[in-house]
């Protein structure tokens, strides 16, 4: 009895205390429109042809 209840109380708990998450991508900028990426786009180089580049 004792095990159900403390059950109940905790599964009571876990679906009262978290808040549904929510998620709003108004705020964000697609990379084409972006100077910050058009920025790193233009300073790019292409390392995968070289392993040691990042040596």
Not at 32 to 45: D, I, M, N, T
Request: charged share 15%; net charge neutral; glycine share 2%.
């Amino acid at each position: 009895m004792r095990r159900l209840l403390a059950l109940i109380f905790a599964v009571s708990v876990w679906f009262c205390a978290i808040s549904p998450a929510s998620a709003s991508l108004d705020h964000l900028t697609p990379c084409s429109e972006s100077a910050a990426f058009q920025a790193r786009k233009a300073e790019f180089v292409n390392t995968t042809a070289d392993p040691n580049s990042g040596a």
